[in-house]
């Protein structure tokens, strides 16, 4: 059974630091990984997707890396901005299609 | 485009009630997801409807129950309600064989009293 881990649970950064979330996950077998955006009490919004052949994926001031073998993911957000602040979901899909999320990392940007 | 929709947005029933959640995918996506966000217990995969089959399901009990239309919309059902049903439901979409990014919808909150 797949298992995902996000570290930290939560962060309280400043605007304009940059922030750092880890995902890591036991079972290196996997389709995809995702990273989704989720404001409180509402859906989640795809912010990254990073096939298992793939190393990295960028959009804007977001890049996530994934190291399969290690079974791992880092997302980086740049110049974090309040609008920022927020829980980040990491979820990796198994060759079965299942999608298996972490807890999720919350954000905190104080402006 | 529309986006994943779902209805209604809140719903509240008693226990040993039946619920029922209605889903509707982006047009052109043929792949239904069903997830229960429970309070403390983060996102946990239900059920995944292709092409009006159930393809896959999570540890769920029996009386989680859902259908996928041939328009693609999709419905959750819950037979029997307990209290710890109370959650944020969220359906997804994605193009066919779920080999793509999910789009979720906003999510029903379901509170059993």
């Known amino acids: 059974k797949q298992e995902v881990t996000q570290i930290p649970a939560a962060l309280s950064v400043p605007e304009g630091e940059n922030l750092v979330l880890n995902c890591s996950f036991t079972?290196?077998?996997?389709?995809?990984l995702q990273w989704f955006r989720q404001d409180p009490g509402k859906g989640l919004t795809s912010l990254l997707l990073?096939?298992?052949?793939?190393r990295e994926q960028t959009s804007g001031r977001l890049n996530a890396s994934l190291d399969k073998s290690s079974g791992r993911s880092t997302l980086y957000i740049a110049a974090s901005q309040p609008g920022d602040s927020a829980t980040y979901l990491c979820a990796v899909k198994s060759n079965d299609y299942k999608l298996s999320f972490g807890a999720g990392t919350t954000v905190t940007v104080r402006a | 485009e529309a986006g994943v929709t779902q209805s209604p947005t809140h719903l509240i029933k008693t226990r040993g009630q039946q619920a029922t959640l209605r889903c509707s995918p982006i047009?052109?996506?043929?792949?239904v997801y069903w997830y229960q966000q429970a309070l403390g217990l983060g996102l946990q995969f239900l059920l995944w409807?292709?092409?009006?089959?159930?393809?896959n399901r999570g540890n769920f009990p029996p009386r989680f129950s859902g259908r996928q239309f041939p328009n693609y919309s999709s419905e959750l059902n819950v037979n029997a309600l307990e209290l710890e049903d109370s959650a944020l439901y969220l359906c997804?979409?994605?193009?066919?064989?779920?080999?793509?990014?999910?789009?979720f919808g906003p999510g029903t909150r379901l509170l059993v009293l």
């Open positions: 047009s052109g996506h043929t792949s």
């Open positions: 997804a979409s994605s193009i066919p064989l779920g080999q793509e990014t999910q789009y």
């Open positions: 409807y292709d092409e009006g089959e159930e393809r």
């Open positions: 079972d290196s077998a996997i389709y995809n």
């Open positions: 990073i096939q298992s052949s793939q």
